[in-house]
């Protein structure tokens, strides 16, 4: 469920909530794919102080990457750090060996990767290209952090404005992750891919159907961490196709998966992504006119 895409099994899910400190790691992993935030921070929160360094690594990194997702580069940026820490401390023979990249240099590389987004995100771009040069190495061992280190290098490209280059490191990351039967890595692979190809003004058409057939891939798994950046791309890369789905109606559609998120997230999420310019505005995507409120807060922008 957290890494080849198998269908959701709540049961199954719910039973490693309570095993042993790996699997709850697995199992917070795949409620963040569900956009259950507030549920997998109850289970990594006390694995970010765990005794082994590369299990604490990896829960840090987990909590980074769910609030960079909620627009918390900032909140992401300390627990991408601490995670660089606990990685530091773990023993490591070069290269790991790890398919899944859940060693030692898979863990530090999903912090390297992690800190290079959050300093993508606020402009800082020498910082990001750096921290992606140093992860190359440690992320060479694992088809995960391979994906990942491809993502951020096409992110990185995208907000250097070149957004023709971006194209080839996204097809790159979609072609490993599908290789290696990695369902929604593939999915996330073509929705960076759909935002470089419509970004640089190029198969349109190709980009709206990569962002429509990732909206109903992650619909139809219940991924709904993905199911509003794909109705958003879907939504960028569309104009009145005559089916049904325009880009209003996309967007609509991106507000309802992106209320559903936030019920799901802990109060410091909600409060991070009510103040985060890269989280939309949901009563404008769903245009409605009363704002929803969570937790007493309001959500609009």
């Not at 697995?26 to 765990?50: C, D, H, I, K, W």
């Not at 769910?66 to 990685?87: I, K, S, T, Y």
């Not at 971006?166 to 999915?187: D, K, Q, S």
Request: hydrophobic content about 50%.
């Amino acid at each position: 469920m957290a890494f080849r895409g198998a269908p959701i099994d709540n049961r199954a899910l719910a039973a490693a909530a309570t095993a042993d400190p790996a699997t709850r790691w697995l199992a917070a992993v795949t409620m963040g794919a569900q956009g259950r935030y507030a549920a997998a921070y109850a289970l990594l929160e006390p694995l970010s102080v765990a005794t082994d360094p590369v299990l604490a690594s990896l829960a840090c990194s987990t909590i980074g990457s769910h609030r960079r997702q909620l627009g918390g580069h900032h909140a992401a940026r300390r627990w991408d750090a601490l995670a660089a820490r606990h990685a530091a401390r773990a023993r490591s023979d070069g290269v790991g060996t790890d398919p899944d990249g859940i060693g030692p240099t898979g863990a530090l590389a999903d912090a390297l990767l992690g800190l290079a987004a959050d300093a993508l995100a606020v402009g800082r771009l020498a910082e990001a290209a750096a921290l992606v040069d140093r992860a190359a190495a440690p992320a060479r061992g694992s088809w995960r952090t391979r994906v990942r280190h491809a993502w951020v290098s096409a992110e990185l490209v995208l907000a250097s404005g070149r957004a023709s280059a971006a194209v080839a490191p996204a097809e790159r990351a979609a072609a490993l992750a599908r290789e290696h039967g990695a369902a929604r890595h593939a999915v996330k692979s073509d929705i960076v891919l759909a935002v470089a190809l419509a970004t640089a003004g190029s198969a349109g058409e190709r980009a709206r159907r990569l962002a429509l057939q990732a909206l109903e891939a992650t619909e139809g798994a219940g991924w709904h961490s993905l199911c509003w950046p794909a109705a958003l791309a879907a939504a960028d890369a569309s104009a009145d196709a005559g089916d049904g789905r325009s880009a209003a109606w996309l967007r609509r559609r991106a507000g309802d998966h992106l209320h559903r998120v936030l019920r799901a997230a802990d109060a410091a999420g909600r409060r991070i992504a009510e103040h985060s310019p890269w989280v939309p505005n949901v009563d404008k995507l769903l245009d409605r006119a009363q704002t929803r409120t969570f937790g007493g807060r309001s959500c609009a922008k």
